[in-house]
């Protein structure tokens, strides 16, 4: 197993920036396909962006361009920098892990999860 806790948050204006960083511990990070996921108040919890172990990257069509996944797998952390911030943007933002590496995009294959982190954008 692997344990994930989330960090960065925080309020940010309407075209800002803010970072996200998911430490990892347990077994082996780099065993791991890592994603970021966010859940808004009423909604589902969708992905954002995921990275394979060697650094294969997804994102989801609302983010591309402005977010950037990234990892370090000698520090066992997962990092979100994000980007002309939208209010559409405000979100729980949850790190979560998977073993498969192949298909980013299947969000049911994340099986760790960390606690959330909460992000808000004023405009």
């Known amino acids: 197993q692997v344990q994930l806790v989330e960090s960065g948050g925080g309020l940010v204006q309407a075209g800002g920036s803010l970072g996200l960083s998911c430490a990892a511990s347990?077994?082996?990070?780099?065993?791991?396909?890592m994603g970021w996921f966010r859940q808004a108040p009423g909604k589902e919890r969708d992905l954002v962006a995921a990275?394979?172990?060697?650094?294969?990257?997804y994102y989801v069509d609302s983010v591309k361009g402005r977010f950037t996944i990234s990892r370090d797998n000698a520090k066992n952390t997962v990092y979100l920098q994000m980007n002309s911030l939208k209010p559409e943007d405000t979100a729980v933002y949850y790190c979560?892990?998977?073993?498969?590496?192949?298909?980013?995009?299947?969000?049911?294959?994340?099986?760790?999860w960390g606690q959330g982190t909460q992000v808000t954008v004023s405009s």
């Open positions: 347990g077994r082996a990070f780099s065993f791991y396909a």
């Open positions: 990275i394979s172990w060697s650094g294969i990257t």
């Open positions: 979560a892990a998977k073993i498969q590496q192949a298909n980013l995009e299947r969000s049911g294959e994340y099986a760790y």
